[in-house]
C-alpha cells in the first residue's frame, strides 16, 4: 500500500512488513508450495536435515534458508550451531518410498543445464535426486529447464485445473502458473471464474499475526 502525500512535490511511504511477518509468510508460502507440488504430481516430498553436531532438526524454511547461491555447495547450515551438512529428500507415493540428495534451486538448475536432451525415464533413474529435486523447486522438468531458457519436451503436460482450486488466493498467480507450467493468465481467469480473490502478502501477514 503506498500513501502519497502533496506537500509541493510528491512524497510516497510504502508500509512494509516486519521481519516476524515477513518470516511468517515465507514459511506459510513455502508450505502451500510443497502442497502443490505435491498435489499436482501426486507423491509427496519431506526435505529432512538432523545436524550431526548438535542434533537440531531443521525445518524446511531453515534447510532451503541455509542453503549458499553456490552451484557446488551441497550443504545448508544448522540455524543453531553454524555446522554445514547435506540434507536429504524423503519422497514417497502409493507403493514405495525412498531417499535421496536434496540440492538447491541454484544446484539443480547448474546440474540439469546439459541434460535437456535426456528422456523422462532416464532422468528419473539415472539422475533421480536432480530430477526430484527439480520436481520439488519448480514443479517439473518443464518448469525447470524454462528457467533456463531451455525447452524440455519428454514431460506431458498434466491438468492443473484439478488440482490448484484449494491454492487460488492463497498464492501468487504468477508461482501457481510456474509450478503448474502455465500462463499467469490463464490462473488469473480461472480464479476471476471462480470469484476467488487475488492473493495478498499483506492481508496473510496480518492473519498470521
Known sequence: MKISLTLGHCLQQQVRLTHAQSQAVNIAQLQRHRNLVEAYRGYKFSPRATCPNCYHVLTDYEIMKGFRDDPHDFTTRCPKCNHRFCPRLYCSTNESSFELAFFCP?????????????PLDTFQTKHASIYNSAVAHFGGL????????????????????????????????????????????????????????????????????
Not at 531451455?150 to 506431458?156: D, H, Q, R
Not at 503436460?157 to 498464492?171: A, E
Open 106 to 118: 541454484v544446484q539443480t538448475l547448474d546440474q540439469i543445464k546439459n541434460l535437456v536432451d535426456v
Open 142 to 209: 518443464k518448469q525447470a529447464f524454462k528457467k533456463l531458457g531451455l525447452t524440455y519436451t519428454y514431460e506431458a503436460d498434466l491438468d492443473w485445473r484439478k488440482h490448484v482450486k484449494p491454492f487460488l488466493g492463497k498464492m501468487a498467480d504468477t508461482v501457481i502458473a510456474e509450478l503448474v507450467g502455465a500462463h499467469p493468465s490463464s490462473i488469473r481467469r480461472f480464479r476471476k471464474k471462480l470469484g476467488i480473490k487475488a492473493y495478498n502478502r499483506r492481508k496473510e501477514a496480518e492473519s498470521l499475526s
